[in-house]
């Protein structure tokens, strides 16, 4: 998972990217709270593990963040003010966690897994999973559609399981190039434009088949899972029917 931290003290960032990425997982450090917006606005995280900033009180940077990325993202405040009125103000402010420092890495790695494993619906223990007419085999890297096997490669299966898992969520090209590439740079905008084609073409994700899988300009890509036109006229002529007519 790709993971923005927000801390000031060097020591303390050093020892929880060292927590996190001994677990798999991408961190990215930010300074200040206005450097974190400003990547926000370009770039897309699984996961925001935020301190008090010096340029800006929590529950106003909870506030911005939930501006800028305008869709959930979970947030953890990771911070020294234990008061309950800083841990309830923030929680009631949209955080999801808050873990007082000082935290051992083990248990700041354990809380942070919780919290993903809820929201991303993962799972070590799980070898398959379902999206619509679609199975995931993780094993084997393969991927069914209606039973039948799709020819995938490994990059593309990993392209493709990325992006069902975020449903609907716009993904950046940071973001894609981190977790399927393992690297942010030196990722040509041609590679990954075609990795795409070649996932929506072999997976058939057009609008005719209820998906759809859209570049945003200047940003990334998001597939969508959208109603058929001829679910969607059966879903019309059902509210049509069932509405009063007015005399």
Same mark, same amino acid.
């Given at each position: 998972?790709?993971?923005a931290? #927000? %801390? %000031?003290?060097?020591?303390?960032?050093?020892?929880?990217i060292?927590? #996190?990425?001994?677990?798999?997982?991408?961190? @990215?450090?930010?300074?200040?709270?206005?450097? *974190?917006?400003? $990547?926000? /606005?370009?770039q897309?995280?699984?996961?925001?593990?935020?301190?008090?900033?010096? =340029?800006?009180?929590?529950?106003? #940077?909870?506030?911005? $963040?939930?501006?800028?990325?305008?869709?959930?993202?979970? $947030?953890?405040?990771?911070?020294?003010?234990?008061?309950?009125?800083? $841990?309830?103000?923030?929680l009631?402010?949209?955080?999801?966690?808050y873990?007082?420092?000082?935290?051992?890495?083990p248990? *700041?790695?354990?809380?942070?897994?919780?919290?993903?494993? /809820?929201?991303?619906?993962?799972?070590?223990?799980?070898?398959?999973?379902?999206?619509?007419?679609?199975?995931?085999?993780?094993?084997?890297?393969?991927v069914?559609?209606?039973?039948?096997?799709? %020819?995938? /490669?490994? &990059?593309?299966?990993?392209?493709?399981?990325?992006?069902?898992?975020?449903?609907?969520r716009?993904?950046?090209?940071?973001?894609?190039? %981190?977790?399927?590439?393992?690297?942010?740079? =030196?990722i040509?905008? /041609? !590679?990954?434009?075609t @990795?795409?084609?070649?996932?929506? !073409?072999?997976?058939?994700?057009?609008?005719?088949?209820?998906?759809?899988?859209?570049?945003?300009?200047?940003?990334?890509?998001?597939?969508?899972?959208i109603?058929?036109?001829?679910?969607?006229?059966?879903?019309?002529? @059902?509210? =049509?029917a069932?509405?009063? !007519? &007015?005399?």
């Amino acid at each position: 998972m790709r993971i923005a931290l #927000l %801390e %000031e003290c060097p020591d303390y960032a050093a020892a929880t990217i060292q927590a #996190l990425t001994t677990a798999g997982h991408t961190c @990215h450090v930010f300074p200040s709270g206005m450097a *974190l917006l400003r $990547v926000l /606005r370009r770039q897309s995280f699984d996961l925001l593990l935020l301190d008090w900033a010096s =340029d800006m009180p929590g529950a106003d #940077l909870l506030r911005a $963040v939930r501006e800028v990325t305008r869709q959930y993202l979970p $947030v953890i405040f990771v911070s020294t003010r234990g008061r309950d009125y800083d $841990v309830t103000s923030i929680l009631d402010a949209g955080a999801d966690d808050y873990i007082v420092k000082p935290v051992s890495g083990p248990v *700041l790695l354990a809380r942070v897994c919780a919290l993903l494993r /809820r929201v991303y619906r993962s799972d070590p223990a799980v070898t398959h999973i379902t999206f619509g007419d679609f199975v995931f085999d993780l094993a084997s890297e393969c991927v069914l559609w209606q039973g039948m096997p799709m %020819e995938l /490669r490994r &990059r593309e299966f990993e392209l493709a399981l990325l992006l069902f898992r975020n449903m609907g969520r716009p993904l950046s090209r940071v973001h894609i190039a %981190e977790l399927v590439w393992k690297q942010a740079a =030196d990722i040509p905008s /041609r !590679t990954m434009d075609t @990795h795409i084609s070649m996932v929506r !073409t072999k997976l058939g994700l057009r609008p005719e088949n209820g998906y759809r899988l859209m570049p945003i300009y200047g940003y990334g890509y998001r597939l969508e899972q959208i109603v058929c036109d001829a679910e969607s006229r059966s879903l019309e002529k @059902h509210r =049509d029917a069932a509405t009063p !007519t &007015r005399h």
